[in-house]
């Protein structure tokens, strides 16, 4: 299965996707296409590098969400693209998005699901004093990092933790489980049922 990556930032998660890529260990899944929606994005020279089609579509050049949208999916299609990661992809998605895929788009998160939902999850985490905390791979739905959850990791925050050792710590999670939950997706081995998601 045919997967496109949408990031707008650093791009690490793309890189350890690249990375189960090229070890074997993402198959079925194969990466077809990343699409960045910004153009300072580190992502799309990793996507470069690694050989990958990868394309700009700014959000910002389009005049409401759902043309942006739509340029995205265009691209997506014309590269046969059949389920689609995020990535550190810092835009919600609507319908228009959403119904293209149906339960074929997964996101990552650096919490524990419900816990610190939307921007600067690791600061959050910090900032309520929670002594646990994690990532989440889920599906997306139109609200904010609140789909079904498919997988979670989780890992001790330190005392001495702040926003930035906390995140390095959890990426390091993510950069295990995502590549891991992807190629799930292409085997078609994810159920959901409701809210729960098991693992055929
Ligand atoms: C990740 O921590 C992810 O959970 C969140 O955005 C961050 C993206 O990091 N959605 P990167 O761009 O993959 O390095």
């Given at each position: ?7 707008s930032g ?139 959850i498919i ?27 995502l590549p ?21």
């Amino acid at each position: 299965m045919r997967i496109g990556v949408l990031a707008s930032g650093r791009g690490s998660n793309l890189r350890a996707l690249v990375d189960a890529r090229d070890r074997g260990v993402l198959a079925p899944a194969e990466l077809g296409l990343v699409v960045a929606n910004r153009p300072d994005a580190p992502a799309l020279e990793h996507a470069r590098a690694a050989g990958l089609p990868a394309v700009l579509i700014e959000h910002a050049a389009y005049t409401d969400r759902r043309s942006f949208e739509r340029a995205m999916l265009d691209e997506l299609r014309a590269h046969g693209v059949e389920a689609v990661v995020l990535a550190g992809f810092m835009r919600v998605l609507t319908e228009t998005f959403l119904s293209a895929f149906p339960r074929r788009i997964i996101n990552t998160h650096p919490s524990l699901l419900p816990a610190f939902p939307g921007l600067a999850a690791p600061a959050q985490a910090i900032q309520h004093g929670v002594k646990v905390s994690g990532c989440t791979i889920h599906f997306v739905e139109t609200g904010v990092d609140c789909g079904p959850i498919i997988a979670q990791r989780a890992i001790e925050v330190r005392p001495d933790d702040d926003a930035a050792s906390l995140h390095a710590r959890i990426q390091q999670l993510e950069h295990v489980l995502l590549p891991e939950v992807t190629a799930l997706l292409a085997a078609g081995r994810l159920v959901c049922e409701g809210r729960s998601v098991r693992i055929a």
